[in-house]
């Protein structure tokens, strides 16, 4: 089992940024990939980024690409989401997420790929 709790969202204005953390705890966190998803209301939740257990393979969704950054501290079992020049349409929970496979070479897009999520935190962006 793993826990994921999310931690850093907020009201910014356009063109802000706000950093997402996702701290984990029950297994080994360095051997799962990560991932982080959104889900705006009266949408289906959509992938944004993910970043596989060593750190190596990151993808990252068109249309966040350039200015969100995902990245993962596994001395500290925290993942993170840098979110720069943020938009309206950025607005929506955001969720971490944990791979139930072990040590995959590639970092999982679907969101049935993950096994494990956190409860999301609100990020909301005005214009």
């Known amino acids: 089992q793993v826990q994921l709790v999310e931690s850093g969202g907020g009201l910014v204005q356009a063109g802000g940024s706000l950093r997402l953390s996702c701290a984990a705890s029950?297994?080994?966190?360095?051997?799962?990939?990560m991932g982080w998803f959104r889900q705006a209301p009266g949408k289906e939740r959509e992938f944004v980024a993910a970043i596989n257990w060593s750190g190596k393979d990151i993808l990252y969704a068109d249309y966040v690409k350039g200015r969100f950054t995902i990245s993962r501290d596994n001395t500290k079992n925290t993942v993170y989401l840098q979110m720069d020049s943020l938009k309206p349409e950025d607005t929506a929970v955001y969720y971490c997420?944990?791979?139930?496979?072990?040590?995959?070479?590639?970092?999982?897009?679907?969101?049935?790929?993950?096994?494990?999520w956190g409860q999301g935190t609100q990020v909301a962006v005005s214009s």
């Open positions: 029950g297994r080994t966190f360095s051997s799962y990939a």
């Open positions: 997420a944990a791979d139930g496979n072990y040590y995959r070479i590639y970092a999982p897009t679907p969101v049935d790929e993950y096994a494990y």
